[in-house]
């Protein structure tokens, strides 16, 4: 009678299995595809067979903001002479493995989009490597069409891209409308605030360079709340002295 | 019904004294720690990470506390000989082996509810916006430990010793794991291969069904597929259950 039982409920939840299984609309980058495999490390692996992905690409992510927040001796740029602080944001040092970090996050967890977004951000404005920007969203972007979503969600994404296939082809200057509405998502990096805010000063289109400006100023960052604060300040005095 | 629920009710209370809840302290301190840790980062990834560190611990010691009670029903009592009392009273040893498995259901339930509750509050806290996937990870969470606790149970009670159990049952949630990331190999196996997985996919618990908290934005499955995946997990504990009872009928002490 137990075995009976067991045989039964045994049968209904393969049933159940295969009814739930025909549901599914969206799935990881599989761990032993080559798509992750020429990715990932071995620490990942684990983390994944353990059910925990979403950690594995949070700890990725990390360690690419801390990569990006450091100076790499070996990766600063021919001429250049980095002192300690100035690396981040300056473009003097290269970065080489900003991409590589990227898409490790991402094809850890597909639904990370901030990844993306950052690190194409970081890539096509500050170092210039547009070409590595629009790899890296094309195979995001490529990888959540494959999906069976009934409506597409990852809109930033695709403002990403186009605002930096625009910069490529004709220069950051011609980006701002796209990056206007990046700006707009209340996850937007204060990089990309930070960037928009000197094209609009470059151009000397004072009032949306402050108003774009104005929103780092509550950053987390100490270093963009300074930048804002500078840069406000700096285009308080120009208007002053009529410059 | 009554001596099911009276053994259950026993070892919600035998496990709430035991020291195996201590873990939730080690829970508490690493939510804590990763809150200061990412307080540096932006607010996004801030939240991200504390909502997907403190959840995944959330499942590891849930997972690790079952574990440690189910080896105990079957193969602790047996050894200390403890098991005899309960069974000379009129109590069934099916009944027996269903309450203890309710019992310790519950136990990672409440626990569950506990850890979720202290996560929650510290993402509100930090103002994380909420939404029914983040809740429904917990549940989820929950029948993954609910169908690994009846497959730990059966193997206690057909195992020789507490390691081997402990070594098989972390060996299922991996697999359990793992079953769906092997799916998109089928197109490359042979026929044979590709009935192996099935069969596979069928013995094991499927975790990939019930994996939601790796994917809290909701881009997971659709609507109507969460029914059969909570009915899926519900008829695999019941059948696993069923063939620990007629194993458990037939040990001997």
Redesign the interface.
Same mark, same amino acid.
């Given at each position: 009678m137990?075995?009976a039982?067991?045989?039964?409920?045994?049968i209904?939840?393969?049933l159940?299995?295969e009814?739930?299984?025909?549901? !599914?609309?969206? &799935?990881?980058t599989?761990?032993?595809?080559k798509d992750f495999s020429e990715v990932a490390r071995y620490g990942d692996f684990w983390l994944?067979? !353990?059910?925990? &992905?979403?950690?594995a690409a949070?700890i990725v992510?990390?360690q690419t903001?801390q990569y990006y927040g450091s100076i790499h001796k070996e990766e600063i740029s021919a001429g250049a002479k980095a002192e300690p602080g100035e690396g981040f944001g300056t473009g003097l040092v290269r970065y080489d493995k900003l991409f590589s970090y990227a898409l490790r996050s991402v094809r850890l967890?597909r639904?990370f989009e901030?990844a993306v977004t950052f690190t194409a951000a970081a890539l096509a404005w500050v170092q210039k490597r547009e070409n590595e920007a629009i790899a890296l969203l094309t195979d995001a972007i490529d990888y959540w069409e494959a999906?069976k979503?009934?409506t597409p969600?990852f809109y930033q994404s695709s403002l990403y891209l186009s605002a930096i296939a625009v910069t490529k082809e004709k220069g950051i200057a011609e980006a701002t409308e796209y990056m206007e509405k990046v700006i707009t998502y209340p996850?937007c990096?204060?990089m990309v605030k930070n960037i928009l805010g000197e094209i609009y000063f470059r151009a000397k289109d004072y009032k949306n360079a402050v108003r774009v400006l104005e929103m780092n100023l509550d950053s987390?960052?100490p270093n963009y709340r300074e930048k804002a604060q500078k840069k406000i300040e700096q285009i308080h005095h120009l208007l002053i002295s009529g410059g | 019904m009554k001596a099911v629920y009276n053994v259950a009710k026993y070892t919600l209370l035998e496990n709430a004294r035991s020291k195996s809840f201590s873990l939730s302290v080690v829970f508490i301190a690493l939510v804590f720690v990763s809150a200061f840790i990412?307080a540096?980062?932006?607010?996004?990834?801030e939240i991200?990470?504390i909502q997907?560190?403190g959840m995944?611990a959330v499942?590891?010691f849930s997972f690790l506390t079952a574990l440690f009670f189910a080896v105990k029903v079957a193969f602790v009592e047996g050894r200390n000989k403890t098991i005899y009392l309960p069974l000379t009273r009129p109590v069934k040893r099916?009944e027996y082996i269903f309450g203890r498995y309710l019992g310790i259901i519950l136990s990672s339930a409440l626990e569950i509810a506990a850890m979720g509750m202290l996560l929650t509050l510290l993402l509100y806290l930090k103002q994380a916006d909420f939404d029914s996937f983040y809740f429904l990870s917990y549940f989820f969470i929950f029948l993954?430990i609910a169908m690994i606790t009846a497959v730990t149970i059966l193997i206690s009670l057909a195992s020789t010793s507490q390691a081997s159990a402990f070594i098989f049952s972390f060996l299922v949630?991996?697999t359990g794991?793992?079953l769906?990331?092997?799916?998109?190999?089928l197109d490359e196996m042979s026929p044979a291969m590709v009935t192996m997985v099935r069969i596979f996919?069928?013995i094991f618990p499927?975790?990939t069904?019930l994996?939601l908290?790796?994917?809290?934005?909701g881009?997971?499955?659709?609507?109507?597929?969460?029914l059969?995946?909570v009915?899926?997990a519900a008829?695999?504990v019941?059948?696993?259950m069923?063939?620990a009872?007629?194993v458990f009928?037939k040990k001997e002490f």
């Open positions: 137990k075995l039982l067991s045989a039964f409920f045994f209904a939840s393969v159940m299995q009814q739930a299984g025909k549901h !599914f609309n969206f &799935r990881n599989a761990v032993f595809s994944v067979l !353990f059910g925990h &992905r979403r950690i949070d992510f990390i903001l967890d639904n901030y999906q979503l009934d969600v996850d990096p204060d987390r960052d | 990412f540096r980062l932006s607010e996004v990834v991200r990470a997907d560190i995944g499942q590891f099916s993954k949630w991996i794991h793992s769906g990331e092997v799916e998109f190999l996919k069928w499927n975790y069904l994996n908290a790796d994917y809290t934005a881009r997971f499955m659709a609507a109507a597929g969460y059969p995946a009915l899926y008829f695999y019941l059948a696993v069923w063939l009872s007629a009928e």
